[in-house]
T-cell receptor
Framework: QKEVEQDPGPLSVPEGAIVSLNCTYSNSAFQYFMWYRQYSRKGPELLMYTYSSGNKEDGRFTAQVDKSSKYISLFIRDSQPSDSATYLCAMSTGNQFYFGTGTSLTVIP | EPEVTQTPSHQVTQMGQEVILRCVPISNHLYFYWYRQILGQKVEFLVSFYNNEISEKSEIFDDQFSVERPDGSNFTLKIRSTKLEDSAMYFC?????????FGPGTRLTVT
């Protein structure tokens, strides 16, 4: 059983759309949840970081964690072509870190 | 804005050779990590380092690998006797607590 499951996509949306990206996990010991954006052949760039269940908002991005369902989401409002990238979820017990496979997103102008 | 840097950006080596990948973490961070990403696959945790010692390592991080913080700024990953399957992007990350900041990576090609 994989620790972290993430739909690889690809996902293609028109500019201005709301994007929903999701991950599920199996390890109830995960406490820290992160979303990264990765452009081709570059390092992951931290977007959002949350500790507990609930929502966290930062500009056009909202991260949501539901520990009871072992499900996390990232919402992107008013998507822009510059948001086109691979989005990685990651989670941690505090010691090891586990990444999803990433969802490839293309925002079409 | 401070950032993690890594050198070299691309390293080509022959099978069986040793390579050292270098990282300069963000200066006030306390936790350091190495990850690898084989082309088209997920980012995989290798090792975490805190207070000058390994705090956690994955199954991938076997005796072929070692890490060091030789001075106050650099953080290195040594891969001994490289194999073809070691070809990947290697990312260093540093963290003040739990959120990690990644470097641009070193592309290692083993021929």
């Amino acid at each position: 059983q994989k620790e972290v499951e993430q739909d690889p996509g690809p996902l293609s949306v028109p500019e201005g759309a709301i994007v929903s990206l999701n991950c599920t996990y199996s390890n109830s010991a995960f406490q820290y949840f992160m979303w990264y954006r990765q452009y081709s052949r570059k390092g992951p760039e931290l977007l959002m970081y949350t500790y507990s269940s609930g929502n966290k908002e930062d500009g056009r991005f909202t991260a949501q964690v539901d520990k009871s369902s072992k499900y996390i989401s990232l919402f992107i409002r008013d998507s822009q072509p510059s948001d086109s990238a691979t989005y990685l979820c990651a989670m941690s017990t505090g010691n090891q870190f586990y990444f999803g496979t990433g969802t490839s997103l293309t925002v079409i102008p | 804005e401070p950032e993690v840097t890594q050198t070299p950006s691309h390293q080509v080596t022959q099978m069986g050779q040793e390579v050292i990948l270098r990282c300069v973490p963000i200066s006030n961070h306390l936790y350091f990590y190495w990850y690898r990403q084989i082309l088209g696959q997920k980012v995989e945790f290798l090792v975490s380092f805190y207070n000058n010692e390994i705090s956690e390592k994955s199954e991938i991080f076997d005796d072929q690998f070692s890490v060091e913080r030789p001075d106050g700024s650099n953080f290195t990953l040594k891969i001994r006797s490289t194999k073809l399957e070691d070809s990947a992007m290697y990312f260093c990350a540093s963290s003040p607590s739990y959120e990690q900041y990644f470097g641009p990576g070193t592309r290692l090609t083993v021929t």
